[in-house]
């Protein structure tokens, strides 16, 4: 009897959580994303799989009735990569602006559905620790993604996006305001 009224009372917090969930992006909404990336080119080196860290916030600033919503904002993610045989270690940091398109010409249920472009600086550090040659540089960075939130509810919900950026696959938790 208790499992049933537990299991009761877990899915009415659900479904009235998800009730009140707004996944719509508006004009005036802030959305702060804060996660992980997987896969990206190591450029043939043996460096180890940690995943990169990034966040990235944005605003919606312009509305396109029945159409979507255009938000700008920024982009930062840090990656730390130590050489699988322990001699050295490579590090990448982005800081970039970004422009989002939120899709609403059709119906996405409980999703935002958005792509985007941004661009910026990158910086990179190959550090060996085997001998005196260290190599560092500063660089345009762009990039072109796809994502989605799911929200929860108003407040917080989960993020994925595909792109060329820092990593291949970034996801993680949304706040939005």
Known sequence: ????????????????????????????????????????????????????????????????????????????????APYSDGDGVYTYTIVAARGVFHFQFFDTGDFDLYAGIQSGIGYSNWNYDYDAWDYSDTYFVDDAFVGARWMKNDKFGFFAELGYGISYLKAGITLKF
């Not at 537990?6 to 659900?14: D, E, F, K, N, T």
């Not at 719509?24 to 080196?45: S, T």
Request: aromatic share 12%; charged share 15%; net charge neutral.
């Open 1 to 80: 009897m208790s499992k049933k009224l537990i299991l009761l009372a877990i899915v009415a917090v659900l479904t009235v959580s998800n009730s009140f969930a707004q996944a719509k992006f508006e004009k005036g909404d802030k959305a702060l994303n804060a996660g992980i990336g997987l896969g990206w080119d190591n450029y043939g080196y043996d460096l180890s799989p940690i995943p990169s860290f990034n966040a990235s916030f944005e605003a919606g600033i312009v509305e396109l009735p029945n159409v979507g919503v255009i938000s700008a904002g920024g982009f930062g993610a840090f990656r730390f």
